[in-house]
């Protein structure tokens, strides 16, 4: 039996904008998934702590490895340089901006970069070994990074290639 429930207008606000567009229909659909991933964590719903006090899980506080694949953001940290990205798009253009202006030289002799044999993370071209064109395309000053993938490969690709350049990546949330 369907029960029904009140929120306030705030609740409400902020069910929508974690509401998934073409995924989520009804607002039982965000709670539902929250609910799964907040169990999903390794916690039983009787081990949450009652109290309203309680500090929430942000998306800082975890690895790319545990977040929801499409979770919005990463802040990364390459060399000196930090990245604050709000797409795997924009995660690899302002990723693909640095490494070209700092080590367009070296970067030309790693590239193409295989992600596995039917695909590249970064060519001089934005086509596939296999002769499919990239789906999600960033392209700069002669370099293409395919940026079609979730967060946890598009961070671990990312570190594959700037530890072929000799830099350290750090994923900071």
Partial sequence: MAQQITVSEEVFAR???LARPFVDREPQDVIRRLLEQNEGAGAKPSEKPDSQFARPVLPGDRSPMSRVP???GAVVKIGYHRIEAVSVRSLYEEALKL???DYGSKLKSVVPLKT????YLIAAKPIHPTGK???????YRGFCMEAHKDYK???AHLRILCDRLGL???YLG
């Fill in 15 to 17: 069910l929508s904008r």
């Fill in 168 to 170: 350290g990546l750090r």
């Fill in 99 to 101: 490494l070209v202006a």
């Fill in 153 to 155: 490969n598009a961070v």
């Fill in 70 to 72: 499409r979770e919005r």
């Fill in 133 to 139: 064109p990239f789906v999600i395309p960033v392209e």
């Fill in 116 to 119: 596995s044999a039917e695909r």
